[in-house]
């Protein structure tokens, strides 16, 4: 059950915002859907007041420092809202320099993965950039997409991903890969890749078993069916 927290992480978790107000959001259950409205749930959790003033990083992925008392929390703020926050080549490469960055950080406490773009997490690949890829191209290019959510999931900080619209395919994948996931009831979860006759190919078959058991990871993969929120609590 995606619930039952890893004691390891948590304990990390604990340790890394021992002295911050966001600390009170993180104990066990908190990787249940919550019951806040969609709109502010993610808000809610990453208290926007001590973002940067400025964000850093490319257009795709814009990255945030909090400041204050929060300071040591990075939030990385998806942001291709013409492309329901897809996964492109350019959001690929730029997410593996910014966790290579990251991981060698020695101020950076927590990580954070956000939506800039309301509604929506992200809607897994970028299908249209793909179907424009030569054959040979493809292949390499879900090697990296791969590797991206090895290295979100290698990180050697806590990962939250806070999810307030859909995460499917590749956006559930990348999920998947941080140590928690906070949920709003207007979520929508599910790896949906046997609709297109394909199977989810960057550790989703693997890390959704681990998360909520075998039988029901079978059967949401089989079936391509989606979850909500407030499916994640029960």
């Known amino acids: 059950r995606s619930s039952d927290l890893n004691m390891a992480a948590l304990a990390r978790l604990r340790l890394a915002l021992s002295t911050a107000p966001l600390a009170r959001n993180l104990r066990p259950g908190s990787a249940r859907a919550h019951a806040h409205p969609p709109a502010a749930a993610s808000a809610a959790f990453l208290g926007r ?33 013409n492309s329901r926050n897809a996964i492109s080549r350019s959001l690929v490469k730029t997410m593996m320099k910014t966790l290579d960055s990251l991981k060698t950080d020695k101020k950076v406490r927590t990580v954070i993965l956000r939506s800039e773009v309301p509604g929506i997490f992200c809607a897994g690949a970028d299908l249209k950039e793909r179907a424009k890829m030569h054959p040979s191209e493809v292949g390499p290019f879900v090697a990296k997409a791969r590797a991206v959510m090895n290295d979100l999931a290698d990180l050697p900080m806590p ?6 619209g859909a995460a499917l395919g590749g956006g559930l994948e990348m999920a998947l890969a941080c140590d ?15 609709k297109l006759a394909i199977i989810p190919g960057a550790g989703g078959t693997q890390r959704l078993p681990r998360a909520i058991g075998v039988a029901l ?11 909500d929120g407030e499916d994640r609590k029960s």
């Open 159 to 164: 990962s939250i991903a806070v999810l307030d």
């Open 217 to 227: 990871a079978k059967e949401l993969i089989f079936s391509a069916r989606a979850i």
């Open 49 to 81: 007041r001590h973002y940067s003033s400025e964000a850093k990083g490319d257009e795709d992925l814009r990255v945030h420092y909090l400041e204050g008392e929060e300071q040591g929390i990075v939030v990385l703020g998806i942001n291709r809202p």
């Open 180 to 194: 928690i996931i906070v949920a709003a009831s207007s979520a929508k979860m599910g790896l949906v890749e046997t």
